[in-house]
């Protein structure tokens, strides 16, 4: 059975608020691969959303730079998520600002007919705090919204 999984790929590029930084961090954007039965993801064009180079995803957290493409219109976007998502569901991604990769998870779900599963809509952190929203889709037609809340420490040994 098919996993989907959201992840961080790196890129070579810098978040324009660290250029100054004499080593700054490289940007990194989160991305949805499916991991096919035997552990292997299915590789996938996605676009940094940052300076907007084209990255094959081969694994989870790697990707390789398309060399000489600034565009691909064959990149999945939201609107044609969109189209095959029930309204309620696609309103309510759509009214939290989801990002792709989250579209694409609840699209997969669906497909899969994964009830119970949910997506993360959002997160916020405040004093060693995470608290957050998500959609649990049901079935097709019924999906619950919640909320979470934990405490995060970093122990430091």
Known sequence: MPKGQKHLVPCRCVLSQLKHLSEPPRHHFIVFSVVDDSDVVIPKFAQCNNCGLIHKVTDICKSEIVRGRESMTSIASVDDIRLGMPKALGDL???????????????????????GDFVVLTTDHSGGARQGKYVRILSESMFKVDTFFREETLQVK
Do not use: C, H, V
Not at 104 to 112: D, G, H, R, T, V
């Open 93 to 115: 991604l759509e009214g939290n600002n989801a990002d792709l990769p989250t579209w694409e998870a609840a699209q997969f779900i669906l497909e899969n007919k994964f009830w």
